[in-house]
Nanobody
Framework: VQLQASGGGLVQAGDSLRLSCAAS???????MGWFRQAPGKEREFVAA????????YYADSVKGRFTISRDNAKNTVYLQMNSLKPEDTAVYYC?????????????????WGQGTQVTVSS
């Protein structure tokens, strides 16, 4: 399975973006996650969703502003980002939760998409 993330761009603080992550194969049996990495910082968890979309998980920094969702018929997961802040600036990656373990742990995810850049200006 290969993942293609898209939807990033340059926006102003307070704006919204919707990221998409399309998989080349079937991912409907797996949880999916979004992570981000800012320059000079470690990759951090953003949001995740269970295989059936019933359970969602968010980092405290994005809770109430970001919404993760999925369309299993399209093998696609989305990240709706509202009220963007300059500190949201990062490369955003999607990944398949291939292994058991915490949704918040990047080590349980494989493979990873190539990332899409999100830049929020103040």
């Amino acid at each position: 399975v290969q993942l293609q993330a898209s939807g990033g761009g340059l926006v102003q603080a307070g704006d919204s973006l919707r990221l998409s992550c399309a998989a080349s194969g079937r991912t409907s049996s797996y949880g999916m996650g979004w992570f981000r990495q800012a320059p000079g910082k470690e990759r951090e968890f953003v949001a995740a969703i269970s295989w059936n979309g019933i359970s969602t998980y968010y980092a405290d920094s994005v809770k109430g502003r970001f919404t993760i969702s999925r369309d299993n018929a399209k093998n696609t997961v989305y990240l709706q980002m509202n009220s963007l802040k300059p500190e949201d600036t990062a490369v955003y990656y999607c990944a398949v939760r291939k292994y058991t373990g915490s949704y918040y742990n990047h080590n349980v995810y494989e493979p990873w998409g190539q990332g899409t850049q999100v830049t929020v200006s103040s």
